[in-house]
């Protein structure tokens, strides 16, 4: 039967000099070029779909099975005692022309002595499948070795590279030994050898209380860095923030508070990010909305390049999480092509009085932080059930403006079973892939993990984590991406709502299989929101008429095989279908 004939399904005339109701029930004519269609050919068609294990971004327009990532490998090269707190940068060399991204890591290491970690560092040449020896940046102490000094702890270091030198600089929280009350100060090193050797420790600031928790980011063209730290001179906790550049500067400004609450609740774990116009940006754990101190949000500030450097011009705290969530916590932001700023954190769910769910947010601002729009990662449903969480989300854009996470996934909060999950959004952060697990074998990370994320020069990518795997004792585990092989299977569905009652025609599409590989395609349909899908239908050839029936949802699946080397490429996918309308006119019959 034609899709272009119209037919009257039901007629009723009530007319006993009543109104007469008359119903035409009819299905919506073709258009000049045939029947309604339903695409999917372009890179915001297919990134609205569920990405399981397929890559829409390479070759945008286009569907294929994602590189894999290497295999774990151990960064530090001793094994004895924890590793503790990793952080990745990156710096680019440039050999006959040819540029190259390596990759940097810090972490504190307690080989020396139980409870004392040092700092320690290494590096990659070869996208983290594989790393240098390890070199001590700092505190060459040895309290279990005559005569048994009194050393400092060194704990949290974080890692970037001053573009105008490529010098690196390491930030770290240092606690004296002999200090009585709150430890901890601020101390860096830095290399001008790209981390072969380093200079001395230095304070960032040694001030009252105790500093902790610091983060270090560069800004390219005055040659400024930043370093801010949770500092708990007055109260619980605040966020103070100083700057340096060693061109001008004899040492680092005197820091000042970021936030501007009065509550004397605990406000900490700071990240921040300087732009491509030296606009520093920071957001934090904030309790300020707590009476009790305990439950968290995210909030905000910046500092307007071309303003005076003080704590009055920055602006002032902006929340960012959802007030209606138990808690949020584990912020974390970066800076994206064009200066688009992208935020992290994670949220747990109220679900009813005694569940929740937890998920990984991702905001995003075009506005230098006027407004923020904000996406789900993903929802780890039912999570209070098992105890299970999500914590610790790292953030970070590519030159493309793909945005990558990373978090940690707790199956059992009672339990050292987790895991390092990631997605990627390929539309700059609107839709996201299904999370992949990096880490192997599952279940093997500290569940105190925050993992670390560093993007390179070419889309590379790599993560890094404190793992169990090797015994009692945390080491430093990294993978990196993309791996010189493919998945070996990856699956992508749409669906499309076709607003009412339509009748299915056929599905086309166009893909390129190799030897080696495999694409099966198959439709299902839904009636009604909530009625169920029916079973799959698996089509053997494009152009296949599509067997079920009428209904308002229509839902295809891709699935890609390979044996690791080649992958097939889907093009276009194509489904025709007509709408049914329906007329209601109302005639008057009598006086």
């Known amino acids: ?85 990793p952080h990745l940068s990156f710096i680019l060399t440039n050999t006959g022309g040819t540029t190259a991204t390596v990759f940097l890591a810090v972490w504190a290491d307690e080989r020396h002595s139980d409870q004392y970690p040092d700092i320690f560092f290494a590096q990659s040449t070869d996208g983290g499948q594989s790393w240098s020896s390890d070199v001590q940046i700092a505190d060459d102490c040895y309290p279990s070795t005559p005569p048994y000094p009194s050393c400092p702890s060194l704990h949290t270091p974080d890692i970037t590279v001053r573009k105008a030198d490529q010098s690196l600089w390491v930030v770290w929280q240092h606690d004296q030994s002999d200090t009585t009350g709150d430890k901890g100060d601020i101390y860096y090193a830095t290399s001008s050898d790209g981390g072969a050797s380093w200079s001395s420790a230095t304070p960032v600031y040694t001030g009252t209380g105790r500093q902790l928790l610091p983060r270090i980011a560069p800004h390219a063209q005055s040659g400024y860095l930043y370093t801010i730290w949770e500092d708990e001179r007055n109260d619980a906790g605040d966020i103070y923030i100083s700057r340096y550049n060693p061109d001008v500067d004899t040492a680092w400004s005197t820091p ?84 688009v700023l992208f935020a992290a954190w994670m949220e747990r769910v109220p679900t009813g009085p005694a569940t929740y769910d937890f998920q990984i947010v991702v905001a995003r601002s075009n506005d230098k932080g006027e407004t ?55 539309d700059g952060g609107i839709h996201w892939t299904q999370p992949r697990v990096l880490s192997s074998p599952a279940g093997t990370v500290d569940v105190d993990a925050v993992p670390a994320l560093a993007l390179g020069f070419g889309g590379e990518a790599v993560v890094a984590w404190q793992d169990f795997r090797d015994g009692a004792s945390t080491q430093v585990y990294a993978t990196g991406y993309p791996a010189d092989h493919y998945l070996t299977r990856g699956e992508y569905n749409r669906v499309f709502d076709a607003g009412g009652p339509a009748a299915w025609g056929n599905i086309t599409w166009t893909a390129t299989i190799t030897s080696g590989t495999g694409l099966q395609i198959a439709t299902r349909v839904m009636t009604t929101p909530g009625a169920g899908w029916t079973d799959w239908y698996t089509h053997t050839t494009s152009g296949d008429a599509i067997p079920h029936p009428s209904s308002r949802f229509i839902q295809y699946r891709a699935v890609f095989t390979s044996t690791g080397n080649a992958t097939a490429v889907l093009d276009q996918v194509v489904i025709s279908y007509e709408s049914y309308r329906i007329y209601l006119p109302i005639v008057q019959q009598g006086g």
Not at 33 to 59: C, H, I, K, R
Not at 302 to 328: C, E, I, K, Y
């Open 1 to 85: 039967m034609s899709y272009k004939t119209l037919r009257v399904l039901s007629g009723v005339l009530l007319a006993l000099g009543m109104v007469s109701l008359v119903i035409l029930t009819t299905r919506a004519t073709a258009t000049s070029g045939g029947d309604p269609e339903w695409s999917t050919n372009a890179l915001l068609d297919f990134s609205s779909g569920t990405m399981d294990g397929v890559d829409v971004w390479s070759d945008p327009g286009t569907a294929r099975l994602d590189r894999a990532w290497y295999s774990n490998v151990r960064v530090n090269d001793t094994s004895s005692q924890d590793k503790l707190d």
């Open 256 to 339: 000042f508070k970021v936030n501007d609450d009065s509550t004397n609740n605990e406000q900490s774990k700071p990240a921040l990010i300087v732009d491509a116009d030296g606009n520093v940006y920071a957001v934090w754990e904030d309790r300020r909305n707590d009476p009790d101190g305990y439950d968290s949000e995210v909030y905000f500030s910046r500092w307007l390049s071309g303003t005076t450097w003080s704590a009055d011009n920055w602006s002032a705290n902006t929340r960012l999480s959802d007030p209606t969530m138990d808690f949020a916590e584990d912020p974390d932001i970066t800076v994206g092509p064009g200066g």
């Open 372 to 426: 923020w729009n904000r996406s789900v990662v993903h929802r780890l449903q039912g999570a209070s059930a098992s105890l299970a969480f999500y914590a610790n989300p790292v953030v970070g854009v590519d030159a493309l403006g793909r945005v990558y996470v990373a978090w940690l996934h707790s199956p059992d909060s009672q339990a050292s079973t987790s895991n390092i999950l990631f997605a990627l959004s390929p």
